[in-house]
């Protein structure tokens, strides 16, 4: 099982940007795919972003345009380049693959 750990999150102000990065104890090169997704309190944990090995990314409708995911095998490290935050992006983010989850980062966008 992989373990994964998040970092980047904050406070920032509507129009600003945020990364957050996933480091995982694998070698990530080798997992098909990995995901960032976020929750908001008495609301069900909603996908962000996917990446897959082949180089292919998925994106919700919400944050297309504005998220980019991307990865770095040599540190295995992936990571969410949120840019054009809005206070609706408010939310706890997830890093996820392989069947784990990292322990949350919280982002918080003022309006």
């Known amino acids: 099982q992989v373990k994964l750990v998040e970092s980047g999150g904050g406070l920032v102000q509507a129009g600003g940007s945020l990364r957050l990065s996933c480091s995982a104890s694998?070698?990530?090169?080798?997992?098909?795919?990995m995901g960032w997704y976020r929750q908001t309190p008495g609301n069900q944990r909603e996908l962000v972003a996917h990446s897959f090995s082949d180089g292919n990314t998925r994106y919700a409708d919400s944050v297309k345009g504005r998220f980019t995911i991307s990865r770095d095998n040599a540190k295995n490290t992936v990571y969410l380049q949120m840019n054009s935050l809005k206070p609706e992006d408010t939310a706890v983010y997830y890093c996820w693959s392989a069947a784990s989850w990292g322990q949350g980062t919280q982002v918080t966008v003022s309006s």
């Open positions: 694998g070698i990530i090169s080798t997992l098909y795919v």
